[in-house]
């Protein structure tokens, strides 16, 4: 019979397996970066092992730790993006925006992250609030708010 620790450490491995890859696609989402989603998603991921123990449902946790990850990630890259923009613009032949998920990257995090939770990780207006620390009523508009900048950006 396996000790309490190797059945701690084969419950996080089989939770770890089952999360890694759809948390990174979604953090890659948000953050516009398969790299840097993995980094965040890693990150959360030793989080939990270092909680694993305390926490009963550790899905919810994770969530909080990948899209807070992702908003410091996302934090960074609009001060380099600052920083980028000091520079002469690289030129865009025709100007559009290639794709939906392209235009969806170019939203603002606030923005970003509550399309992605609900088109792409199909979670309700409740599931948003809490994985984002929102209120409820929050959620709603600011999907509208971004969809309408979708709609620009792709006409």
Request: overall charge positive; aromatic content about 8%; hydrophobic content about 40%.
């Amino acid at each position: 019979m396996g000790s309490t620790a190797d059945n701690e450490r084969a419950a996080f491995r089989a939770f770890y397996e089952k999360e890694f890859t759809e948390q990174t696609r979604r953090a890659g989402l948000i953050v516009g970066s398969k790299t840097a989603a993995a980094d965040v998603v890693q990150d959360a991921m030793i989080a939990i092992w270092q909680r694993w123990g305390d926490l009963q449902d550790p899905g919810p946790y994770l969530n909080r730790c990948v899209l807070n990850g992702c908003k410091r990630t996302a934090q960074r890259t609009r001060t380099g993006e600052r920083a980028l923009s000091l520079l002469p613009p690289r030129p865009n032949p025709d100007g559009q925006i290639d794709t939906m998920w392209d235009a969806v990257a170019q939203l603002p995090f606030d923005l970003r992250a509550p399309v992605v939770l609900r088109f792409y990780g199909q979670l309700s207006n409740k599931e948003i609030a809490h994985a984002l620390d929102w209120p409820e009523g929050s959620v709603g508009p600011r999907i509208t708010q971004a969809l309408r900048q979708l709609r620009k950006a792709v006409q």
